[in-house]
């Protein structure tokens, strides 16, 4: 069981940033997502691309945005539990919440502040004729680790950058690669597609385009696909493995089964106060919320995350007094016991 | 005094709604849905109209000679599901007098 003040469920730019303002109150943060990495959208679909309307950054991109916000909250030493979904809450008779993942992760919190988003990313299932039932038995969607492929034959399909990298990847552990794409062009870094022209003339990659995947065979796990190339008969091949591979899109998933007023695909929360849910001691803060007047932006998420752990404070140090107190005034202490303080002035007196 | 120009729009349902879209506000047609609320927030317009999702694909049913796709555009659709010839993405069609009449129809949702 994982034990935190302020359990956030995604860890974007919103979820990133509570972690500061709690840190200042001396509160804990653990933050869970269901992508590998930090950052949220940020990181996970446009990292290389400018925002221009965080305030005081004319120009920052979104994947060094990301990276700014784990500096600034750093010292206040988030844990993370990253690759997993939040699946369950379940309230406890002392007041807090048992938050367990897709993988059986049990998180404890006093607050739970939802920070998710547009949900959480889930793979993009192509509409294949018992796809789903070959998951785990040969088709997966997510590529966790590749030393599962040493040595099989492997057929991926997709044409962006995840495509393209990991058939680079596997070429080397598979003992087969085959790509299929639905156009001989292929959208990713510029060198991923060399790599791959390269891999391609040594014959250690096979591509077949334009083409898409039509069929899928097996008994009890997947032996072969069933590739149809435009104008021509389809054409069946043996594999180990199919993975189609294109690109995540956001879900609301599970978080919509907690009993939350849910409006326009958002968390319904009071703007007036605290950006609470209609459960006392949930939060819901960012892109994922509504309320009148609502704007889905990084700047109007960092305001709420701000607010939210005001009223986090209150709950759990019930009756204690609050003054704002100004980090150039303070300085900040963080839980790694380090410091950063406004130098003091230098008084000298002048002969 | 600029116009507004007429489209209709099919929703997921497959009920055709005509609206009237400005052409001053330099709106795109995935634009146009969500001022409309023609498909639940959420489910269209997710990567906020970067042509880095295709949530907003639709299916254009008038002639009209809309502008070319570029390769962000061709890129994203060749990756995305329920595809036909006249799919466009939304985001990447602006909302111009030229337009009037335009009748589009939205693509499933993934």
Avoid at chain 1, 106 to 121: C, E, M, N, R
Wanted: glycine share 8%.
């Amino acid at each position: 069981m994982i034990n935190t003040d302020i359990l956030i469920i995604g860890a974007g730019p919103t979820g990133l940033f509570t972690v500061f303002e709690a840190g200042l109150l001396k509160l804990k943060c653990h933050l869970i997502d269901a992508l590998p990495q930090p950052g949220g959208q940020c990181s996970e679909i446009y990292p290389k691309k400018p925002i221009y309307d965080i305030p005081a950054y004319p120009e920052i991109l979104a994947g060094d945005l990301t990276n700014k916000l784990l500096e600034q909250s750093k010292q206040f030493e988030p844990g993370f539990t990253l690759g997993e979904r939040a699946q369950t809450i379940e309230k406890q008779l002392d007041g807090s919440f048992v938050v367990t993942t897709n993988k059986g992760t049990k998180h404890k919190a006093p607050i739970v502040a939802i920070a998710g988003g547009l949900g959480s990313f889930e793979p993009r299932k192509p509409a294949i004729d018992r796809l789903q039932s070959f998951e785990d038995k040969g088709v997966a969607y997510i590529i966790k680790d590749p030393e599962v492929y040493r040595d099989q034959k492997v057929v991926i399909a997709g044409g962006g950058d995840s495509a393209l990298d990991w058939a680079i990847f596997l070429s080397e552990v598979a003992s087969e690669v085959i790509l299929i794409h639905r156009r001989n062009e292929f959208r990713g870094a510029l060198d991923s597609v060399d790599k791959v022209q390269e891999l391609k003339d040594k014959g250690l990659i096979k591509l077949i385009t334009p083409a898409e995947v039509t069929a899928v065979f097996g008994d009890s796990k997947l032996e072969a696909i069933e590739v149809t190339k435009l104008g021509e008969p389809p054409l069946r091949i043996k594999t180990d493995n199919f993975i189609p591979l294109f690109g995540l899109s956001p879900k609301l998933g599970p978080i919509a089964d907690w009993g939350l007023e849910i409006e326009k695909n958002a968390i319904k929360v009071n703007n007036a106060l605290d950006y609470q849910t209609n459960i006392p001691g949930v939060f819901a803060i960012g892109d994922v919320n509504n309320y009148p007047g609502k704007l889905k932006l990084i700047l109007c998420g960092f305001h709420e995350a701000t607010l939210m752990c005001q009223a986090a404070y209150k709950i759990i140090n019930p009756g204690k007094r609050y003054v704002l107190k100004y980090t150039t005034v303070s300085g900040i202490d963080g839980f790694d016991g380090t410091r950063k303080e406004a130098p003091k002035a230098v008084v000298k007196s002048i002969d | 005094m600029t116009q507004d120009i007429h489209i209709q729009i099919i929703d997921r349902d497959g009920t055709p709604h005509n609206v009237q879209a400005p052409t001053d506000m330099a709106l795109n047609l995935m634009e146009v849905v969500r001022l409309f609320e023609l498909a639940p927030e959420g489910t269209i317009g997710i990567c906020g109209g970067m042509a880095m999702c295709a949530s907003c694909q639709c299916y254009v049913q008038s002639n009209h000679k809309l502008t070319e796709k570029l390769d962000d555009e061709h890129a994203m659709l060749s990756e995305a599901f329920n595809v036909k010839p006249t799919s466009r993405l939304g985001c990447q069609i602006q909302i111009s007098p030229e337009l009037e009449g335009l009748k589009i129809e939205l693509a499933p949702e993934d």
